[in-house]
C-alpha cells in the first residue's frame, strides 16, 4: 500500500461524525485493496504517481475564494472552498422546491436518510470514491421536491488555493417528474488535490441536466466521480468539457435502474503539453426500453495522453436497449496518446447496440468545399477540426454556457495549432 | 464586343475521373458580363465539368487547356481558383456540422480579401451584409448561427449558395442545378439574386434542365452538352426548343448530322 493511503485511512479513522459508520466501511475496503499499478486494468493508462508524490494538505484557515464568473450565467451557487461549503455565497432564498443542506446540520431522523442514501448509487469499485467516503470534508444534500422544474441552474464549484487538497461531496436527488440543471467544476491555484463526488437520484419522469467541466490544468491533480442513478422513463443530458492536468481522472456510472430511461452523454477533452485526462464511463443497462447515446471526442496535442474507457453492459433483463458509443480522435502530434477502449458487454438479445473507435480524418468533401470559398487548406483543416469538438458544443442544451465555454476551448486549440 | 479579353476559355478539354474519360473535347469561350447556360441529359458530364473548374482532387485533366482571366486556370489550386473569382454553386452542397454558417462566410469573405490585398472584414460588417444576403434569398436569421447547409432542406441548401454568391461578388458564377428542387417562388428568388449580380465585369454559367428558370434570366447564349462535349450552341430561343423536343435527337450517335439535318 502507498504511504499516501495509509495517511489518508489514518486521517479517515480520526474522523468522528455522522457519517462515521459509512466512513468505516470505505476504510475497511480501502484496507484491502492494493494500491494501483500498471497491472490495474482500471489504472493501466493513469499513473498515480501525482497522487503519491502531492504536498497537498488540507487547509483549515478560512480562504476568500470566488468562482470565475461565467458572462451571462444566473446559476445557484455552491461553493466549497478548499473542501468546506461556502454557506455567505449561498442565496439567502432558494427557489421553490429546491433545497440545499450541509449533512451535518440535518436532524437525526434526516441524517440516518442520508446516511442510507449515501455511497448507494457509488459503485464501490472507485478507489477514489472510497477515500472521498472516508474523507469527504463537508457532505451538501440537494433535493429536489416532486414535480418542480428549477429553471436556475445550481453550480458546484470546488475551489482550492495553493496547496490544498480536499474532498466534497454533493448527493442529489430530484423528486418525480422534477427537472434540474446542475453545473460541477473545480478551480485550482496549484498544487492541488482533490476528490469531487457527486451522486444523483433521478426519480421517475425527472429529468437532469448536468455539465461537468474539469478545466483545471498544470500541478492541479484531481480524481473525481459523477454517478446517476435512473427510475422510469427519466432521463439526462450530460456535457463533459476536460483540459488535463499532471493527473485528472472522471469516474461516471450511467445506472439504467428503471424501464425507458434516455441517457445522453457528450464529453470533450482538449489536451495539450504533459496533460492527462482520464474519463472511465460505465453504463449499465439493469431495465428493458432504455437508450444511452455516448460521444467522446478528444484532440490531443503536445506529449499529453488521454485515456477513455467507455463501458457498456446490457444486463439480461435489459431487453430493447439501444445503445450507442462513438468515440472519435484527432491526435495533432504524434508524441500526443490516446488510449481508448470500448466495452460492451452484451447478455440481452434483443438489443441495439454500436460502437465506433476512430481516429477522425477531415472530411474530404468538406475541404473540398470549404477551399472553393477560397479558405486555404491549412485554415480548412484547422476549422474542420475545430468544428468536430464544436459538434459537442452546440448539442448542449444551455446556450448560455456553450457561448461562455465555445470562446475558451477555442482559444485552446488556436494554441495548439500553433505549435 | 470580339476583341473584348475573354474571361474564361476551355480549349479542347479532355478530362475524367478514375481514368472514366467524362469530359471529351469540351470547348467554350466566355466574355465579362455574358450568361451561359448548358443543358443536356442526365450523366452528359455538366457537374463534372464544373468540378474539373474548380480543381476537385480525383478529376484529372488529361489534354486541353483553360485560361481564366489571362491566368493557367489548371496550375491552380482550389483556393487559389476561388480567390481569383471563380465560384461554383454545387449542386449538392456539402453539409458541414460544427462549422457554423457565418464562421464559414467570414473565413470564406476574409480569404478573398485578403487575395485582393484588403484586410479582414469586421465581424459587424460581415453579419450586416450577410443579414442583407439572407434576406435576399430568403433564408431566416437563424441558419446563419447553424452549422454549414447542417439539416437544411434542399431548398435551403440551394439558398445559401447563392448567398455566397452574393457575398464573395465573384467574376465567373457557375451555378450547377441551382434552379433544381426549389418551388416557383424560390426559382424567381434564385433568378433576381442572379439578375441583381449581373454586370459588365461577371459572368455566369448556368447548368439547368428547365427552360423555365431560362425565362427569368435571359441568357445569351444556351449550349447543349451531351457526353461530354458542347454537340449544340445558340441562343435562349435554343432553350425553348430543347423544351419541345427534348435530347431524342441525340440518340443513335450521330449527333452532328442529326443537328445540322
Ligand atoms: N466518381 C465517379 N466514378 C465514375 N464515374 C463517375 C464518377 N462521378 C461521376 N461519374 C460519371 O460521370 C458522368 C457525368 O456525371 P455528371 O455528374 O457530370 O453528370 P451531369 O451532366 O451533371 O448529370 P445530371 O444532369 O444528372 O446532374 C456520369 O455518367 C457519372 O456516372
Ligand atoms: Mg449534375
Not at chain 1, 114 to 137: C, M, T, Y
Request: one cysteine or more; aromatic letters at 6%.
Amino acid at each position: 500500500m502507498s504511504e499516501w493511503l495509509e495517511s489518508a485511512i489514518s486521517r479517515g479513522h480520526q474522523i468522528d461524525d455522522w457519517l462515521a459508520p459509512k466512513r468505516t466501511q470505505a476504510i475497511d475496503l480501502l484496507s484491502t485493496t492494493p494500491w494501483p499499478t500498471r497491472k490495474t486494468e482500471a489504472w493501466r493508462y493513469t499513473s498515480l504517481r501525482a497522487v503519491q508524490n502531492s504536498k497537498a494538505h488540507e487547509i483549515e484557515t478560512k480562504t476568500n475564494l470566488l468562482p470565475e464568473h461565467i458572462t451571462n450565467l444566473s446559476a445557484i451557487e455552491l461553493v466549497f472552498v478548499n473542501g468546506k461549503l461556502d454557506k455567505q455565497q449561498l442565496p439567502d432564498v432558494l427557489p421553490k422546491g429546491l433545497s440545499i443542506s450541509l449533512g451535518s446540520d440535518l436532524n437525526k431522523e434526516q441524517q440516518s436518510q442520508a446516511l442510507a442514501n449515501f455511497s448507494d448509487i457509488k459503485p464501490k469499485r472507485h478507489l477514489f470514491g472510497l477515500v472521498n467516503d472516508a474523507l469527504a470534508q463537508d457532505v451538501v444534500i440537494v433535493n429536489v421536491e416532486d414535480g418542480f422544474n428549477i429553471k436556475q441552474p445550481l453550480r458546484i464549484s470546488s475551489l482550492l488555493s495553493l496547496g490544498a487538497e480536499s474532498h466534497t461531496r454533493v448527493q442529489v436527488t430530484l423528486g418525480k417528474e422534477s427537472h434540474l440543471a446542475v453545473i460541477e467544476d473545480v478551480q485550482a491555484e496549484g498544487d492541488s488535490l482533490c476528490t469531487a463526488f457527486v451522486e444523483y437520484q433521478v426519480s421517475a419522469k425527472a429529468h437532469l441536466e448536468h455539465y461537468r467541466f474539469a478545466l483545471q490544468t498544470g500541478s492541479n491533480v484531481a480524481v473525481g466521480g459523477c454517478h446517476f442513478n435512473l427510475l422510469d422513463h427519466s432521463s439526462m443530458h450530460s456535457t463533459i468539457v476536460a483540459f488535463g492536468s499532471d493527473l485528472s481522472r472522471l469516474d461516471t456510472d450511467i445506472i439504467h435502474s428503471g424501464e425507458f430511461v434516455d441517457a445522453k452523454l457528450n464529453a470533450i477533452y482538449l489536451l495539450d503539453g504533459n496533460e492527462l485526462f482520464d474519463l472511465h464511463a460505465t453504463v449499465e443497462h439493469a431495465m428493458p426500453n432504455g437508450t444511452t447515446e455516448e460521444n467522446v471526442r478528444c484532440i490531443v496535442a503536445g506529449r499529453s495522453k488521454a485515456v477513455f474507457n467507455g463501458r457498456i453492459h446490457i444486463h439480461r433483463d435489459a431487453q430493447k436497449t439501444l445503445a450507442e458509443l462513438n468515440n472519435r480522435n484527432l491526435l495533432m502530434t504524434n508524441t500526443a496518446e490516446i488510449n481508448t477502449k470500448p466495452e460492451l458487454e452484451i447478455y440481452a438479445d434483443d438489443v441495439r447496440c454500436a460502437h465506433g473507435a476512430t481516429s477522425a480524418q477531415v472530411d474530404k468533401q468538406a475541404l473540398y468545399y470549404l477551399q472553393t470559398r477560397g479558405i486555404d487548406r491549412a485554415k480548412a483543416s484547422v476549422m474542420l477540426n475545430f468544428g468536430f469538438i464544436n459538434e459537442l458544443i452546440d448539442l448542449m442544451p444551455n446556450t448560455v454556457l456553450s457561448e461562455w465555454i465555445r470562446p475558451i476551448i477555442r482559444n485552446r486549440f488556436s494554441a495548439m495549432e500553433v505549435k | 464586343m470580339s476583341n473584348t479579353k475573354s474571361l474564361l476559355t476551355i480549349k479542347d478539354l479532355y478530362a475524367g475521373i478514375e481514368e472514366k474519360q467524362i469530359i471529351k473535347g469540351f470547348n467554350l469561350d466566355i466574355k465579362p458580363g455574358e450568361v451561359h447556360a448548358i443543358m443536356g441529359p442526365n450523366g452528359a458530364g455538366k457537374s463534372t465539368m464544373g468540378y474539373v473548374l474548380s480543381g476537385r482532387d480525383g478529376y484529372e485533366v488529361e489534354s486541353g487547356s483553360v485560361t481564366f482571366n489571362g491566368q493557367n486556370l489548371l496550375e491552380m489550386e482550389i483556393e487559389e481558383r476561388a480567390n481569383a473569382g471563380l465560384f461554383l454553386a454545387f449542386q449538392y452542397p456539402v453539409e458541414i456540422p460544427g462549422v457554423s454558417n457565418l464562421e464559414f462566410l467570414k473565413a470564406s469573405v476574409d480569404a478573398v480579401r485578403a487575395a485582393n490585398g484588403e484586410e479582414a472584414i469586421s465581424s459587424s460588417e460581415l453579419l450586416k451584409q450577410a443579414k442583407a444576403a439572407c434576406k435576399q434569398v430568403d433564408l431566416p436569421l437563424a441558419f446563419l448561427k447553424r452549422g454549414v447547409n447542417e439539416g437544411f432542406s434542399g431548398g435551403e441548401k440551394k439558398r445559401n449558395e447563392l448567398m455566397q454568391m452574393l457575398l464573395l461578388k465573384p467574376k465567373l458564377c457557375i451555378l450547377d442545378e441551382t434552379d433544381s428542387g426549389l418551388d416557383i417562388d424560390a426559382l424567381q428568388l434564385v433568378a433576381k439574386g442572379v439578375n441583381s449580380q449581373r454586370s459588365e465585369d461577371r459572368s455566369f454559367i448556368i447548368v439547368t434542365h428547365y427552360q423555365r428558370l431560362l425565362d427569368y434570366i435571359k441568357p445569351d447564349f444556351v449550349h447543349v452538352l451531351a457526353d461530354g462535349k458542347i454537340v449544340k450552341s445558340g441562343d435562349a430561343s435554343l432553350a425553348l426548343e430543347l423544351e419541345s423536343q427534348g435530347y431524342a435527337w441525340l440518340e443513335n450517335g450521330n449527333v452532328e448530322a442529326k443537328i445540322e439535318g
